[in-house]
């Protein structure tokens, strides 16, 4: 091996083929995936997000939210965080694709149908322990605006509950970034009955909203909900 | 007979026989790394003590959640990556690149091809690093873990990697000792496999950006690459040098560096997507299989330098250095047996998503590569500065990494054990596995804190030793007009 | 630690070499091991490098038993069979053809037609001369399979049913009646040639 071309010609060849089988391959195989039909529905799944969602994708980019936060749900996890596992199919849309690797909160994979509740967000992000005791979570009060009564309390203000109040005279509304990151969180849901990854039974029924309905049925299994 | 010809138990004789009086003396290699290497140096261990502040912080935050709460440059989410991005890339790649053409030129018996040229390239790395953590703190992380550097820093970074990497290659080719040793095929094959990393991750994520889950997919190739295919090849080539070099040792086994070396590259490339992720099963378990298969050169080399250095009755000769490069060859057998089992379906059904992955992380990125850029730091530098280090800032910094590293290691990979079980119980709720890894993530911070002592003792060590070199190349020139 | 660095300094000109033993066997009977449980491994667990299958489950055929049976899965169990027996021998159990035999029936344009008609008449005329499928141009020719092999209208609604639907295929078109097959019948009966595909264009895509 004292010959650099050939050295160099071994180094390239293997990382090639490491390149065609875990880059190229994959492209091939996933990088023109369409729109699904799901068994279920009309609607072409995944269907669009709101402009307002999308601007909330890039704030749980910015801020980071992947470090603490998963947005993939194994089998194992189908109880707790969905009604099934999720697949590439589900991610189609997204841009970019948040995995995530590390679970210090739960996953939010399917978190618009298990807390559909934007009020319960907001306070959440403004202060996570308002909502969960013991939260880890860091708060985001640079998402909110802290500001003065004039005239009437604004229409969108927090109600901040016992012990989390802010002066009197004060109070805290959503800035747009806080809003846009709720709509984002309501807007994730795998809940669709795909071919490679079906719902446990698929509906009778031909109605589109029966896989949601079902979906939310399940909250009450939730770990983050509200009640506890 | 190879042993016999050219041992190197005989310094003396031995020395002057193996010298072409045509090369260069290694006066004069060392002379024209100088430069260079200490700006490379010396930015990479700024990199480093600023990168373990902000780790710290990070780490207090996740305990007082209210803290800093209205500064949103300092929200965990944008501290942590940028601590771990000026980790990687601003200490762990600038470090190892410097020590990497240092090895390049001694084996090559060859002086740097061009220091201007590195210490160019050098302040445009620098540059790129600094707008890439400018771009994590403002909110433009690209959200690809171990690549959040926005789109202008990377191109900076690949641009400053070019400039460094030909002065590498060129040093390479222009070697007057033809034969090459193992060290050289790792630091070549990182050197040529880094740039391709990074234009491909560079152009499929960020410039035109492929689609959906398929970007998932090239994320962890990255990452995987970056660790095993240009990390680790820095820091095993590092450590194949430093150990018969400090042990005045052959290599025990040229065939068996060979088999490692090509069956490490053949297989590192292949691992890297989890279990559990969301991509067809044949992916993963490709990955399971790579990262198993990774055992068979991790032993191999483990076996090399053990039976390398376990003959040398000298081997404290090299002192510090070969505390740290030690260290290293142990976390890395013990990080290769880790990663294995980690890629193991019925172990990842508990530990994925746990800290258990960043404990192992730790132990890949610090315990095995950092610990044996480290070595090669406190090996080169007196050499090429003419100036010892502070002996007990050394033994301090040895002492606070590995207690730290261990802590760290320790909490991070026990807590999420228990977070994984916990998650398994089907009777348990999310909340319950957050207060069991409470008091882990406590002891990690702590552990933190001490990897900040040891790399600001490191960091007092290097300026002082650079404050006496230029005394002494001053006091000199003075003496010498006198 | 001065004389520790002079000691090493003494030493520098010798770079490390290794020395040429003869690497140990056990270190290649453990790579040959560990090669052969992973082909074991890959082919337990890689879902036959299908992008359909995820873990837990091990194969296409495991996803699609998840799905429940609706009404008319008689029909499509009567089409696999005859599938297997008449066309799979070309076409592949897995739809996808092969080169120099036959163009995939998965995912082509001549099957998922809003209508059976042009995939019935060429199941049950053939076809010759160039057709371009997928993006891909063919020059081959294929027997009248139907008609050698006389399928009833009841045969051939649930072999293209079978075909057009075929969800581990990627395949999600509508199912055939016997009705449509019977609109079709006088066509097929009078026609003694293989079909071309020029012919078959005229042919509305709807019917």
Same mark, same amino acid.
């Given at each position: 091996?004292?010959?650099?071309?050939?050295?160099? /010609?071994?180094?390239?060849?293997?990382?090639? /083929?490491?390149?065609?089988?875990?880059?190229?391959?994959?492209?091939?195989?996933?990088?023109?995936?369409?729109?699904?039909?799901?068994?279920?529905?009309?609607?072409?799944?995944?269907?669009?997000?709101?402009?307002?969602?999308?601007?909330?994708?890039?704030?749980?980019?910015?801020?980071?939210?992947?470090?603490?936060?998963?947005?993939?749900?194994?089998?194992?996890?189908?109880?707790?965080?969905?009604?099934?596992?999720?697949?590439?199919?589900?991610?189609? *849309?997204?841009?970019?694709?948040?995995?995530?690797?590390?679970? /210090?909160?739960?996953?939010?994979?399917?978190?618009?149908?298990?807390?559909?509740?934007?009020?319960?967000?907001?306070?959440?992000?403004?202060?996570? *322990?308002?909502?969960?005791?013991?939260?880890?979570?860091?708060?985001?009060?640079?998402?909110?605006?802290? *500001?003065?009564?004039?005239?009437? *309390?604004?229409?969108?203000?927090?109600?901040?509950?016992?012990?989390?109040?802010?002066?009197?005279?004060?109070?805290?509304?959503?800035?747009?970034?806080?809003?846009?990151?709720?709509?984002?969180?309501?807007?994730?849901?795998?809940?669709?009955? /795909?071919?490679?990854?079906?719902?446990?039974?698929?509906?009778?029924?031909?109605?589109?909203?029966?896989?949601?309905?079902?979906?939310?049925?399940?909250?009450?299994?939730?770990?983050?909900?509200?009640?506890? | 007979?190879?042993?016999? +010809?050219?041992?190197?138990?005989?310094?003396?004789?031995?020395?002057?026989?193996?010298?072409?009086?045509?090369?260069?003396?290694?006066?004069?290699?060392?002379?024209?790394?100088?430069?260079?290497?200490?700006?490379? #140096?010396?930015?990479?261990?700024?990199?480093?003590?600023? +990168?373990?502040?902000?780790? %710290?912080?990070?780490?207090?935050?996740?305990?007082?959640?209210?803290?800093?709460?209205?500064?949103?440059?300092?929200?965990?989410?944008? =501290?942590?990556?940028? &601590?771990?991005?000026?980790?990687?890339?601003?200490?762990?790649?600038?470090?190892? $690149?410097?020590? &990497?053409?240092?090895?390049?030129?001694?084996?090559?018996?060859?002086?740097?091809?061009?220091?201007?040229?590195?210490?160019?390239?050098? =302040?445009?790395?620098?540059?790129? =690093?600094?707008?890439?953590?400018?771009?994590?703190?403002?909110?433009? +992380?690209?959200?690809?873990?171990?690549?959040?550097?926005?789109?202008?820093? %990377?191109?900076?970074?690949?641009?400053?990697?070019?400039?460094?990497?030909?002065?590498?290659?060129?040093?390479?080719?222009?070697?007057?000792?033809?034969?090459?040793?193992?060290?050289?095929? #790792?630091?070549?094959?990182?050197?040529?496999?880094?740039?391709?990393?990074?234009?491909?991750?560079?152009?499929?994520?960020?410039?035109?950006?492929?689609?959906?889950?398929?970007?998932?997919?090239?994320?962890?190739?990255?990452?995987?690459?970056?660790?095993?295919?240009?990390?680790?090849?820095?820091?095993?080539?590092?450590?194949?040098?430093?150990?018969?070099?400090?042990?005045?040792?052959?290599?025990?086994?040229?065939?068996?560096?060979?088999?490692?070396?090509?069956?490490?590259?053949?297989?590192?490339?292949?691992?890297?997507?989890?279990?559990?992720?969301?991509?067809?099963?044949?992916?993963?378990?490709?990955?399971?299989?790579?990262?198993?298969?990774?055992?068979?050169?991790?032993?191999?080399?483990?076996?090399?330098?053990?039976?390398?250095?376990?003959?040398?009755?000298?081997?404290?000769?090299?002192?510090?250095?070969?505390?740290?490069?030690?260290?290293?060859? #142990?976390?890395?057998?013990?990080?290769?047996?880790?990663?294995?089992?980690?890629?193991?379906?019925?172990?990842?059904?508990?530990?994925?998503?746990?800290?258990?992955?960043?404990?192992?992380?730790?132990?890949?990125?610090?315990?095995?590569?950092?610990?044996?850029?480290?070595?090669?730091?406190?090996?080169?530098?007196?050499?090429?500065?003419?100036?010892?280090?502070?002996?007990?800032?050394?033994?301090?910094?040895?002492?606070? +990494?590995?207690?730290?590293?261990?802590?760290?290691? #320790?909490?991070?990979?026990?807590?999420?054990?228990?977070?994984?079980?916990?998650?398994?119980?089907?009777?348990?709720?999310?909340?319950?596995?957050?207060?069991?890894?409470?008091?882990?993530?406590?002891?990690?911070? $702590?552990?933190?804190?001490?990897?900040?002592?040891?790399?600001?003792?490191?960091?007092?060590?290097? =300026?002082?030793?650079?404050?006496?070199?230029?005394?002494?190349?001053?006091?000199?020139?003075?003496?010498?007009?006198? | 630690?001065?004389?520790?660095?002079?000691?090493?300094?003494?030493?520098?000109?010798?770079?490390?070499?290794?020395?040429?033993?003869?690497?140990?066997?056990?270190?290649?009977?453990?790579?040959?091991?560990?090669?052969?449980?992973?082909?074991?491994?890959?082919?337990?667990?890689? !879902?036959?490098?299908?992008?359909?299958?995820?873990?837990?489950?091990?194969?296409?055929?495991?996803?699609?038993?998840?799905?429940?049976?609706?009404? !008319?899965?008689?029909?499509?169990?009567?089409?696999?069979?005859? @599938?297997?027996?008449?066309?799979?021998?070309?076409?592949?159990?897995?739809?996808?053809?092969?080169? !120099?035999?036959?163009?995939?029936?998965?995912?082509?344009?001549?099957?998922?037609?809003?209508?059976?008609?042009?995939?019935?008449?060429?199941? @049950?005329?053939?076809?010759?001369?160039?057709?371009?499928?997928?993006?891909?141009?063919?020059?081959?020719?294929?027997?009248?399979?139907?008609?050698?092999?006389?399928?009833?209208?009841?045969?051939?609604?649930?072999?293209?049913?079978?075909?057009?639907?075929?969800?581990?295929?990627?395949?999600?078109?509508?199912?055939?009646?016997?009705?449509?097959?019977?609109?079709?019948?006088?066509?097929?009966?009078?026609?003694?040639?293989?079909?071309?595909?020029?012919?078959?264009?005229?042919?509305?895509?709807?019917?």
């Amino acid at each position: 091996m004292n010959y650099g071309p050939i050295l160099f /010609l071994g180094i390239f060849l293997s990382f090639a /083929l490491s390149w065609a089988g875990m880059v190229f391959l994959p492209q091939k195989q996933l990088g023109h995936q369409e729109l699904a039909k799901p068994f279920d529905a009309e609607a072409l799944y995944p269907t669009p997000h709101s402009g307002l969602a999308e601007q909330g994708r890039q704030v749980y980019r910015a801020e980071g939210c992947a470090a603490c936060h998963t947005q993939q749900v194994r089998p194992q996890d189908v109880p707790q965080y969905g009604l099934r596992f999720t697949v590439a199919q589900d991610y189609l *849309r997204d841009e970019p694709v948040q995995f995530g690797s590390l679970r /210090l909160g739960p996953d939010l994979a399917n978190i618009g149908a298990r807390m559909p509740d934007a009020k319960w967000h907001l306070l959440h992000l403004y202060n996570p *322990r308002i909502t969960i005791e013991k939260s880890l979570m860091p708060q985001y009060k640079y998402l909110f605006e802290k *500001r003065k009564i004039r005239g009437e *309390r604004s229409a969108n203000a927090l109600d901040l509950p016992k012990g989390f109040e802010v002066e009197e005279g004060f109070e805290v509304v959503p800035t747009d970034r806080a809003d846009s990151l709720v709509a984002y969180m309501k807007s994730l849901r795998s809940d669709a009955s /795909l071919f490679e990854s079906p719902l446990p039974t698929v509906p009778e029924t031909d109605d589109t909203n029966a896989a949601p309905a079902s979906a939310e049925a399940a909250t009450p299994t939730n770990t983050n909900s509200p009640e506890k | 007979m190879m042993r016999s +010809s050219s041992s190197p138990n005989q310094p003396a004789s031995g020395a002057a026989g193996d010298r072409d009086p045509a090369f260069p003396t290694v006066e004069k290699i060392d002379a024209s790394c100088r430069g260079a290497l200490m700006f490379l #140096f010396t930015a990479a261990l700024l990199w480093l003590a600023l +990168s373990s502040l902000f780790a %710290v912080l990070g780490s207090v935050k996740m305990h007082a959640a209210g803290m800093l709460a209205n500064v949103d440059w300092l929200t965990y989410g944008r =501290v942590r990556p940028a &601590a771990v991005d000026m980790f990687l890339y601003g200490f762990l790649s600038q470090a190892g $690149i410097a020590a &990497a053409i240092w090895i390049l030129c001694r084996l090559g018996k060859v002086a740097l091809v061009s220091g201007v040229t590195l210490i160019v390239g050098a =302040v445009f790395w620098n540059l790129g =690093v600094l707008l890439g953590v400018f771009g994590i703190f403002t909110g433009q +992380s690209t959200g690809y873990e171990w690549f959040e550097f926005p789109q202008y820093a %990377v191109a900076v970074l690949f641009v400053a990697y070019l400039i460094m990497g030909i002065v590498g290659l060129l040093t390479f080719a222009y070697r007057n000792e033809r034969h090459t040793y193992v060290s050289q095929w #790792f630091i070549l094959a990182a050197f040529f496999i880094f740039p391709w990393l990074l234009s491909t991750a560079g152009l499929l994520l960020l410039v035109s950006p492929v689609r959906g889950a398929t970007q998932a997919a090239i994320a962890y190739w990255f990452a995987n690459g970056f660790l095993l295919l240009w990390l680790m090849p820095l820091a095993l080539g590092i450590i194949f040098y430093m150990v018969p070099k400090v042990s005045n040792q052959l290599l025990n086994n040229h065939y068996l560096a060979v088999i490692s070396f090509w069956s490490w590259l053949l297989t590192a490339g292949w691992s890297g997507i989890p279990v559990g992720a969301r991509l067809p099963a044949w992916m993963p378990s490709v990955s399971t299989v790579a990262s198993v298969l990774l055992l068979v050169p991790a032993v191999a080399m483990f076996i090399n330098w053990r039976a390398t250095w376990i003959k040398s009755p000298a081997k404290q000769e090299g002192g510090v250095a070969f505390k740290f490069i030690s260290f290293a060859a #142990f976390a890395f057998i013990l990080w290769a047996l880790a990663f294995a089992a980690n890629f193991l379906p019925p172990v990842a059904q508990v530990v994925e998503f746990t800290l258990f992955g960043l404990a192992i992380a730790q132990l890949a990125t610090y315990g095995v590569v950092a610990m044996a850029i480290f070595g090669a730091i406190y090996f080169i530098v007196p050499r090429i500065a003419g100036t010892e280090w502070i002996f007990g800032r050394v033994k301090g910094h040895f002492l606070f +990494s590995v207690a730290g590293l261990v802590l760290i290691v #320790f909490a991070w990979g026990v807590g999420g054990i228990l977070q994984g079980t916990s998650w398994n119980n089907p009777l348990s709720d999310f909340m319950k596995s957050v207060r069991v890894a409470v008091p882990f993530i406590g002891i990690g911070t $702590i552990g933190f804190l001490l990897l900040l002592i040891a790399h600001l003792l490191f960091l007092s060590n290097l =300026v002082s030793v650079i404050r006496r070199c230029c005394t002494a190349c001053c006091g000199s020139g003075k003496e010498a007009r006198k | 630690m001065k004389s520790d660095a002079k000691k090493s300094v003494r030493n520098d000109e010798s770079e490390p070499k290794a020395s040429q033993t003869a690497a140990p066997v056990f270190i290649f009977v453990v790579l040959a091991l560990l090669l052969y449980w992973g082909a074991l491994h890959i082919d337990q667990y890689g !879902g036959g490098f299908r992008k359909e299958v995820y873990a837990p489950f091990k194969s296409v055929k495991e996803v699609a038993k998840l799905h429940p049976k609706k009404s !008319g899965d008689d029909v499509f169990e009567r089409g696999e069979k005859i @599938y297997a027996l008449a066309c799979a021998g070309c076409h592949q159990p897995s739809g996808l053809g092969s080169p !120099g035999v036959a163009p995939p029936v998965a995912g082509s344009e001549w099957v998922l037609t809003p209508g059976p008609g042009r995939a019935l008449l060429i199941a @049950y005329n053939g076809l010759t001369g160039p057709i371009t499928v997928k993006g891909t141009e063919w020059n081959l020719a294929m027997l009248a399979m139907g008609q050698q092999l006389g399928l009833s209208d009841e045969d051939l609604a649930a072999v293209l049913t079978y075909i057009r639907g075929n969800a581990a295929w990627g395949n999600n078109a509508s199912a055939v009646t016997v009705e449509q097959v019977k609109a079709h019948r006088p066509t097929m009966d009078s026609r003694t040639q293989p079909w071309t595909a020029e012919e078959l264009l005229k042919i509305p895509e709807t019917e």
